[in-house]
């Protein structure tokens, strides 16, 4: 069975300092991880997703097979980053299904 | 466009009593899917839809059922509901193409109280 922890439900930084979400997974094949991130009164939304290597609003998150980790990183945080940020696993190819972690509130301090 | 929408935005019920969450998608996407999300719990998937005529259970179906008679729309039905079922429920579809990751696009949530 596939599964997604994510260790801190909360995690509080100041403005400006380097901010890292942890996601663990366990799956057996070759999972496609997302992250997913829900601002105050808004809905859930992809953030980035880690076969598309890319950038999203400053953060990164790059897999890790060995360590079955992908923890989504950003250097500097900014307030706008306040939110809820749920990391998903899906076992890729034709499995369209996705399971989540318990999410991560972040709180960017002024 | 609208995207995946829901309906109604919240909704108290007493034990017993049935209904039916509402969700619609205007992107022409395939696959729909019903989660729900108690406190301190993450998402869990109820039940989704590959396609018009075809659903299929997810981690926790009990208590719920499903129809997908159009590609649009993917109603969740509670037909006794119980305490049990007090949560936020969310409506997210998706589109399988070349390419694509399976990204999912999510209404904005029903919550659902079952006093």
């Known amino acids: 069975a596939q599964r997604v922890t994510q260790p801190e439900k909360l995690l509080s930084v100041f403005k400006g300092a380097p901010v890292e979400l942890k996601c663990n997974y366990s799956?057996?094949?070759?999972?496609?991880l997302f992250w997913y991130v829900q601002y105050s009164r808004q809905r859930l939304q992809l953030l980035l997703r880690?076969?598309s290597r890319e950038s999203i609003k400053g953060f990164t998150a790059d897999l890790n097979k060995g360590e079955t980790s992908f923890h989504l990183k950003k250097p500097f945080a900014q307030e706008e980053d306040s939110a809820m940020y749920y990391c998903a696993l899906s076992s890729g190819g034709s499995n369209y299904k996705l399971t989540f972690g318990k999410g991560t509130l972040l709180t960017v301090n002024p | 466009n609208a995207g995946v929408t829901q309906t109604p935005k919240f909704r108290i019920l007493k034990i017993g009593q049935s209904m039916t969450l509402q969700c619609a998608q205007d992107?022409?996407?395939?696959?729909m899917y019903w989660y729900r999300q108690d406190p301190g719990m993450g998402l869990k998937l109820i039940y989704y839809s590959v396609g018009a005529g075809i659903t299929d259970k997810g981690e926790v179906p009990n208590g719920y059922n499903v129809s997908r008679s159009t590609t649009e729309d993917f109603p969740l039905r509670l037909e006794l509901a119980a305490p049990s079922q007090t949560s936020v429920y969310f409506c997210?579809?998706?589109?399988?193409?070349?390419?694509?990751?399976?990204?999912?696009?999510f209404g904005p949530g029903t919550r659902l109280t079952v006093t």
């Open positions: 992107m022409n996407h395939n696959y």
């Open positions: 880690h076969i």
């Open positions: 997210a579809s998706s589109y399988s193409g070349s390419g694509n990751s399976y990204e999912q696009y």
């Open positions: 799956y057996s094949g070759s999972p496609e």
